[in-house]
């Protein structure tokens, strides 16, 4: 019997995250339904998946709620081409049997590349030596203005180690820096494993060179950096932010930067997108970019062809290399 899956991308975000590859081994999967641009109501939803045995669903799909999958009994597998399922799959769907894959592996993939070329950035300054250059500045004193430090040389100290939070470990641990991790989940084992030390914030806060957040936003870490623990933050540290805004107290941040103590790179934002008149824009000691550190065109086509595999894998009646379990819906964001 010909299995039915049923794609709720809308056309141009089919496009962005189908490469030719994946669209042949969708197609060679079985019957396969697509969305169009119609707004995809909860009746139109039930259209698409009647009979189907997997979805592929991604960035704007909307939530697939519980009166939405009692209505689709078929549906075996939710094959999600971004990251966080919070908001497309109910908790107690998951919990009651309902499979789901993420591509959240391959978004770390691209926001880990992301912190270790802004660390880099930070502590070599090319940018300042081609701006010197160029304005004609002289040789000597512009090498000495820039003269940067080594990455192996400095204290790195990351919040987290998910997804994330583990890969930039393992790009970081070749260049010798000594690394500090705070994460209660984190066990003592595992810390060896990883070949980083366990502490708790404070003391990665007060200690680092480098401090860059990866927790998930979950009711004990929201707000877990506010003024308290960005004053402890040592005078020219490089504080990142690229896994959630509402993780940080974004005024105080502001005041803090504004100090000077400190340099700062923000990719995410408590309002997106940022307005053209906040103050964050004229600070001269913070790099801002627009959400951007998970994305790339490769991390795209990874995220779409690895749904689909996960897809082929559930009809093959194989294993999924991507769950998500029961086990990890109380700590994932």
């Not at 997997?54 to 939530?63: E, F, H, I, K, V």
């Not at 940022?274 to 490769?298: E, I, M, Q, S, V």
């Amino acid at each position: 019997m010909t299995a039915t899956v049923a794609v709720l991308l809308a056309p141009e975000m089919r496009r962005k995250i189908l490469s030719g590859e994946a669209e042949r081994l969708l197609a060679g999967l079985g019957e396969i339904r697509s969305a169009g641009d119609e707004k995809l109501t909860e009746d139109r939803l039930a259209e698409l998946l009647r009979g189907a045995a997997a979805c592929l669903t991604g960035w704007g799909t909307p939530m697939l709620t519980s009166s939405l999958l009692v209505r689709c009994p078929d549906l075996r597998l939710v094959a999600h081409s971004a990251g966080s399922v919070r908001r497309l799959v109910p908790d107690e769907a998951i919990q009651g049997g309902l499979q789901v894959s993420h591509a959240a592996i391959h978004i770390a993939e691209a926001v880990a590349e992301f912190v270790l070329a802004e660390i880099l950035l930070q502590l070599r300054r090319p940018d300042g030596h081609d701006h010197g250059m160029k304005a004609g500045e002289a040789w000597f004193d512009l090498r000495a203005r820039h003269l940067g430090r080594l990455l192996g040389a400095v204290h790195v100290g990351l919040v987290g180690a998910g997804y994330v939070g583990r890969l930039v470990i393992g790009l970081l641990r070749p260049f010798g820096c000594r690394i500090s991790v705070h994460d209660p989940y984190l066990s003592a084992g595992r810390a060896a494993e990883l070949g980083v030390e366990s502490v708790p914030l404070d003391t990665l806060l007060s200690s680092c060179d480098i401090v860059s957040l990866h927790a998930p936003v979950l009711p004990e870490t929201r707000g877990m950096i506010g003024a308290a623990e960005l004053a402890r933050l040592r005078d020219g540290c490089f504080f990142i932010n690229t896994a959630r805004a509402a993780l940080v107290d974004e005024a105080a941040l502001l005041a803090e930067l504004r100090k000077g103590r400190f340099d700062a790179m923000l990719d995410v934002f408590a309002e997106e997108p940022l307005p053209l008149d906040h103050p964050f824009r004229g600070l001269p000691n913070l790099r801002l970019a627009p959400h951007a550190a998970g994305h790339t065109a490769d991390t795209y086509h990874r995220q779409g062809l690895s749904m689909v595999q996960e897809i082929g894998r559930l009809l093959a009646g194989e294993p999924l290399r991507h769950p998500v379990t029961p086990a990890m819906l109380a700590t994932m964001a």
